[in-house]
């Protein structure tokens, strides 16, 4: 049996952040990740940028450092002040690169079947079968059999939605009546994108909208349209437009963006679709049925986009997310559930693993009903890290302990970066001191 100091399940953003910090802090440390590469909704999910947050944000080092390794594979830019423009293939390699110089092993195409607790502690974990790729071949030596246990000091659950915790029989916050929409993204490649900022900077002056701006020779944009009503959208015609023309339909406008990706010159990537009619995510049969409309509605849109906006005349569909765009789901009752009063008030805290003034984002599934308020700087503790049930179970992203309207806060993926780096950085301290003790 292989014991670690640190086990991270999920290799998302605050998965990777939590894993590379510790490895870089001396802890023997694993990554377990259900998909065939790490970076979760920057990867398979699409979603770029990493929106900026707060000037004062700590728990930085595992950001900077993917910031660097992009940089150095040509998958970084900063635009509008933000250096969170990545690359999402380049991002797989990234990481990897990342992994490989902190030591963490990596285990692909994986999954927990088994999850042993003695007095409210895991003491290990069971892993579905022989692992496809490892970065230490001593580990991948040993490691024959289909179903394997690993002992775990501590455990970091960053699924999502919190597949430790529900092994573990925790307790969870999240009720029937709160879900936000879920998006499917996508890349169109081809795309004239000198041509297409020409014509969208002067079709739309609103500079809080629509920004057109050449980076190192590279066009740069990025402009967006809802169907809500609180706001006059350059766009709106086009789209009612297509609408009369039935290229499009009325749902397909409630929520359209698009920008350029880092390194991929031609290419424009949608934060959209947003599925605003199948948000219950933990059930298999609404996920199924927001993928296949999801998928629909790309088609629609690429026509539009095609027809509509001089420059993607030769344009086509190069890349759809692996995943779902999920804004919220099961959410852990830890030891501490944080609220949105203390984002309101900044409530200070004496661990802090986070500091963001990310606004509250609530999207909404009707039309003039999403909520977009801003804050000041907030922190995050590490309580609402620590799950209330198990004694060594941390929890790391969306699935933390909050309630609905702090979490629309608190998912954003710097949050997440910091919140998995803080952790690692206490579960270091908190093993150094059990060692002082022996």
Known sequence: MKHYDLVVVGGGTAGCAAAYIAGKLGLKTLIIEKRIHLGGTITSGLVIPAMKSSDNQINTWFYHALIEELKSLGGQVTYLGNPGWFNPELTKIALDSLMAKAGVDVYFDTHITKIQLKNSTIKTITISKQIL??????????IKKLSVPIA?????????????????????????????????????????????????????KDRSV?????????????????????KEWALRPLFKDAERKKILKPIDSNYFQIFTVAGMPGCIAFNCPRIINYN?????????????????????????????????????????????????????????????????????????????????????????????????????????????????????????????????????????FSMGEGIAKYVAKAIKNEENKD
């Open 133 to 142: 790729s490892l970065y230490n071949d001593e580990v991948h030596e040993q």
């Open 210 to 230: 629509t920004t057109v701006e050449e980076i190192d020779g590279q066009i740069h944009l990025s402009t967006a349209y809802t169907w809500d009503r609180n």
């Open 280 to 416: 219950e995510i933990l059930a298999v049969r609404d996920t199924s049925k927001a993928l296949l409309l999801a998928r629909k509605t790309i088609l629609r849109l690429a026509k539009f986009c095609k027809e509509y906006f001089p420059g993607f005349e030769n344009s086509y569909i190069s890349n759809i997310a692996d995943m779902l765009g999920v804004r919220t789901s099961r959410r852990i009752k830890g030891k501490y559930v944080y609220t949105m009063g203390d984002i309101i008030s900044g409530k200070k805290f004496d661990t802090p693993l986070v500091v963001a003034n990310y606004p509250i984002d609530v999207h909404s599934k009707k039309k003039n009903a999403s909520i977009l308020t801003m804050v000041q700087d907030y922190q995050i503790p590490i309580e609402c890290t620590m799950s209330a049930d198990v004694k060594n179970l941390f929890v790391a992203g969306r699935c933390i302990s909050a309630d609905f309207m702090a979490q629309g806060a608190l998912r954003v993926q710097t949050s997440c």
């Open 152 to 204: 775990a000091r501590y455990v970091v659950d960053s699924t999502g939605n919190c597949e430790v915790g529900k092994f573990c029989g925790c307790q969870f916050l999240e009720k029937k009546v709160e879900n936000q929409p879920v998006s499917l993204r996508f890349i169109m490649g081809g795309v004239d994108l000198r041509k297409f900022g020409n014509w969208l900077k002067e079709y739309d």
